[in-house]
């Protein structure tokens, strides 16, 4: 009887594709979503200035992601140009987080049963509601696997461990300023257990913002990032209500 040599199964295929992405997704820094008390929260570990893993998608949806930059921003900019679409042919209102969740789903599927490599990537799909109850955190991971998050999610690096921080200190209708603490602190805490500390230039920052009549997505950064951080007590947040939004 003939044998046949370089046969592998479906199963160790597929086995072989998940660890591939897990270690891609595992060497990428974290990226917390959060809700707060006026909306939802993204804070990312990021030194680029110019490569942006926190996007706005639509005017109550964003983005955030982790793993191979290329990849991510391929489903970034796809899910812009089908909100667009949809909300254009339709009614802005028809634009919605879960259904393109759902696409990001469907695309990453494929992706990683079909093609040769699957996506080193990790994704959040964001939408802010009219409440705290309302609001939508969906993440979906390299398989296309999806999972509604209440509160927050966590991804890239060791995830497992900055959520069991998040965890501890999490507080549903927190204000900004602490939940842009805990989500740095949580951020900076190394496997064993020791706090670092991350500078405004190293962090990402960005908010859905419930106040805002309809592009609700703002960035955080320079002068009034530092404020929030130090905890001054002063509205820094009417002081760059109109600066515009990448």
Same mark, same amino acid.
């Given at each position: 009887?003939?044998?046949?040599?370089?046969?592998?199964?479906?199963?160790?295929?597929?086995?072989?594709?998940?660890?591939?992405?897990?270690?891609?997704?595992?060497?990428?820094?974290?990226?917390?979503?959060?809700?707060?008390?006026?909306?939802?929260?993204?804070?990312?570990?990021?030194?680029?200035?110019?490569?942006?893993?926190?996007?706005?998608?639509?005017?109550?949806?964003?983005?955030?992601?982790?793993?191979?930059?290329?990849?991510?921003?391929? !489903? @970034?900019? =796809?899910?812009?140009? #089908?909100?667009?679409?949809? &909300?254009?042919?339709?009614?802005?209102?028809?634009? /919605?987080?879960?259904?393109?969740?759902?696409?990001?789903?469907?695309?990453?599927?494929?992706?990683?049963?079909?093609?040769?490599?699957?996506?080193?990537?990790?994704?959040?799909?964001?939408?802010?509601?009219?409440?705290?109850?309302?609001?939508?955190?969906?993440?979906?991971?390299?398989?296309?696997?999806?999972?509604?998050?209440?509160?927050?999610?966590?991804?890239?690096?060791?995830?497992?461990?900055?959520?069991?921080?998040?965890?501890?200190?999490?507080?549903?209708?927190?204000?900004?300023?602490?939940? !842009? @603490?805990? =989500?740095?602190?949580? #951020?900076?805490?190394?496997? &064993?257990?020791?706090?670092?500390?991350?500078?405004? /230039?190293?962090?990402?920052?960005?908010?859905?913002?419930?106040?805002?009549?309809?592009?609700?997505?703002?960035?955080?950064?320079?002068?009034?990032?530092?404020?929030?951080?130090?905890?001054?007590?002063?509205?820094?947040?009417?002081?760059?209500?109109?600066?515009?939004?990448?």
């Amino acid at each position: 009887m003939s044998m046949q040599f370089g046969y592998v199964s479906p199963e160790q295929i597929m086995k072989d594709r998940a660890d591939y992405a897990r270690k891609g997704i595992s060497r990428s820094r974290s990226v917390i979503v959060m809700q707060y008390a006026g909306g939802i929260l993204f804070v990312a570990e990021n030194p680029s200035p110019s490569l942006h893993k926190i996007s706005e998608i639509y005017d109550r949806i964003a983005f955030a992601a982790v793993g191979k930059y290329n990849e991510f921003e391929n !489903l @970034r900019q =796809a899910g812009v140009r #089908l909100a667009d679409l949809r &909300g254009y042919a339709f009614d802005r209102a028809d634009v /919605s987080g879960r259904a393109l969740a759902n696409v990001y789903a469907q695309t990453l599927g494929t992706i990683f049963t079909q093609d040769p490599k699957a996506y080193e990537v990790e994704i959040v799909v964001a939408e802010l509601g009219q409440d705290e109850a309302s609001d939508e955190i969906f993440r979906i991971v390299y398989d296309g696997s999806v999972f509604s998050e209440s509160g927050f999610a966590v991804m890239g690096g060791p995830a497992e461990q900055v959520t069991g921080y998040v965890r501890e200190g999490f507080q549903h209708s927190a204000s900004l300023e602490d939940s !842009l @603490r805990l =989500a740095v602190q949580s #951020l900076g805490r190394d496997e &064993g257990g020791e706090s670092r500390q991350l500078s405004t /230039s190293q962090l990402e920052v960005a908010v859905l913002e419930r106040r805002r009549p309809r592009r609700t997505f703002r960035r955080i950064r320079g002068a009034q990032l530092e404020a929030l951080l130090s905890n001054e007590n002063r509205d820094v947040t009417d002081t760059a209500s109109d600066e515009p939004d990448d």
